[in-house]
């Protein structure tokens, strides 16, 4: 197209000059026709876009067509049920149930029933009243002064950074309106989060907001911070699902002068928190530095948030709560499948454990050690309605937390520019005409009204199968079609173990190779730590 451009502009050019020639007037069409030009002669000359150079000014349709691709797909192209990450259904169900409007689905399922995958549960007969108010979960074992009963759904870690300060304040009223947990994310507990919404303290390997100069742990700030009311409960993050083993991912755009003094970072380049935390490298350190936190912090609940890798480390962390009675209150476990502002294609497409497998091993691990009922299981990964909360509780969970559906609940389009600092919607953003777009004094109700929709949605569920706490659920009530003529529960699918099974000297088949390879002082396979 490189000669056609040429041999246009020749004539088009000819034509105007032609016409003025009789009628003056015509070359009035140059204010338009002339920058088209000079912006085809750009196109034209510049080295950087093949695509300018040979389709000079049409090619910037491709750029156009790309940046709104999003949008096309939502708009004309995704099924009720096909859209990624979040379909059309699921996020519609979200917006209505923060907006406390019509939620019902007319005329019968969209669902292939008969597809290979397709997931129900068992209803009864003779089913329950539960009242959605009594679906908490106490947490905090027997090292904990400070228990904290939890809703069964609350706001997974997101930090003032990745969000707008009108999205965290948004978050944190809601949650105070609702009665649930504001998970701070790595980022730190900042002045946006205190609005008087129960708070979850994320220590990510930054150490943001209790950080030394050098990047270290600063037990005093700790400490003084911890000792707000606000802060119920502490969790230590080793590893997200999104980017396991990378460390957070803070994009130079989002750092804001006030996001680089409360991290204690630099402006105008991207912020890697490291992927290892720097307090502990083994099993019994990291519980050591569970209790560390405990103590300083007062004895509030103190967690661990991970994605599960290598099911040896896990192990070994088992048995070093085993060996030490030293044990964090909960452990967060967060699925491959899960959300991130920012993080490498590779890593969110192909490093970690999908939440399934991921939920079943570290409950089947916490049973096989006996400590399955002194630690509470907290799940994440795509959670956005009731029967994904009672899912995630049948299979090996005692409560759950959402990112993106409370983002949805804030206004979320998947417009999928969380990493570009563009988020239109002004939940992603540090844009201050962006953020304006947040209006805190309605999003939160709407926070608040998509927990409580959603959590009566749950009790519900468990309602018409007859059962009257999420604490009563168990992997047989959830149903699976695994081929087209056979059906099966998850206690049937996978091996759940008994109490005390790996404790045993003759452990299960599918377990023994981790179980023998893990030791309690180093997170390395048993025969490389004397090599
Ligand atoms: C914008 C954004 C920021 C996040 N920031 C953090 C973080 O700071 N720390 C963390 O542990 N997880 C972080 N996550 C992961 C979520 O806490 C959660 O584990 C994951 O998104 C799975 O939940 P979801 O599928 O409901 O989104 C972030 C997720 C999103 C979408």
Redesign the pocket.
């Known amino acids: 197209m490189r000669k056609e451009f040429l041999i246009i502009v020749a004539v088009i050019l000819l034509m105007i000059f032609s016409i003025s020639y009789v009628y003056p007037p015509f070359l009035w069409s140059l204010i338009i026709v002339g920058p088209l030009i000079i912006l085809g002669f750009w196109d034209y000359f510049q080295h950087k876009r093949a695509v300018l150079r040979n389709f000079p000014i049409i090619g910037h349709f491709r750029y156009l067509f790309e940046m709104i691709r999003p949008e096309i797909n939502q708009y004309f192209v995704e099924s009720n049920t096909d859209g990624v990450p979040f379909s059309r259904e699921q996020r519609s169900v979200v917006y209505q149930r923060a907006k406390k409007v019509l939620d019902t689905l007319p005329f019968g399922s969209q669902m292939d029933m008969y597809e290979v995958g397709y997931e129900w549960i068992n209803h009864s007969l003779a089913p329950a009243h539960v009242d959605p108010k009594s679906l908490r979960v106490v947490i905090g074992g027997s090292e904990c002064k400070k228990p904290y009963s939890a809703s069964i759904l609350n706001v997974?870690?997101?930090?003032f950074g990745?969000?707008s300060k009108n999205a965290i304040m948004a978050l944190n009223q809601g949650a105070k309106m609702g009665n649930f947990a504001h998970?701070t994310?790595?980022?730190g507990f900042s002045k946006y989060h205190q609005m008087g919404g129960d708070i979850i303290w994320?220590i990510?390997t930054g150490y943001f907001g209790c950080r030394t100069e050098d990047g270290g742990f600063n037990p005093n700030q700790f400490a003084e911070t911890s000792q707000s009311e606000q802060i119920k409960m502490i969790e230590i993050?080793l590893s997200?699902?999104?980017k396991p083993g990378h460390g957070?991912i803070l994009p130079a755009a989002k750092i804001t002068k006030e996001i680089s003094e409360l991290r204690g970072v630099p402006m105008g380049e991207d912020v890697n928190s490291p992927p290892a935390h720097r307090e502990f490298d083994t099993p019994v350190g990291l519980l050591e530095f569970v209790r560390k936190l405990r103590d300083l912090s007062g004895g509030k609940p103190v967690g661990i948030?991970l994605c599960v890798g290598k099911r040896r480390e896990f192990l070994a962390i088992c048995k070093a709560m085993h060996e030490t009675g030293i044990m964090p209150d909960f452990i967060s476990v967060?699925?491959a499948?899960?959300?991130?502002?920012a993080a490498p294609l590779e890593f969110s497409n192909h490093i970690g454990t999908p939440l399934v497998p991921a939920l079943i091993f570290v409950h089947n691990a916490l049973v096989g050690y006996s400590l399955r009922d002194k630690i509470k299981v907290i799940s994440?990964?795509?959670?956005a309605s009731g029967f994904g909360i009672v899912k995630q509780i049948c299979i090996g969970a005692d409560l759950c937390s959402?990112?993106?559906?409370m983002?949805m609940a804030l206004g979320c389009i998947q417009a999928l520019r969380?990493n570009t600092n563009l988020c239109p919607v002004g939940v992603?953003t540090q844009i201050p005409n962006l953020v304006a777009g947040l209006v805190v004094s309605d999003k939160k109700v709407r926070v608040a009204a998509y927990h409580e929709e959603t959590v009566e949605s749950v009790s519900d569920l468990i309602g018409a199968m007859g059962i009257s706490h999420t604490d009563d659920l168990k992997p047989w009530h959830l149903m699976k079609r695994v081929g087209p003529n056979e059906t099966k529960h998850y206690g049937e699918i996978f091996r759940y173990l008994e109490d005390g099974e790996l404790l045993s000297e003759d452990l299960p088949i599918d377990f023994k190779r981790a179980c023998d390879a893990a030791v309690t002082y180093s997170f390395r396979h048993i025969n490389d730590i004397n090599v």
């Open positions: 997974s870690a997101m930090s990745a969000l998970n994310g790595e980022g994320q990510g993050k997200q699902g999104a957070g948030k967060d699925g499948e899960g959300g991130t502002g994440s990964g795509k959670i959402s990112a993106r559906a983002m969380c992603t």
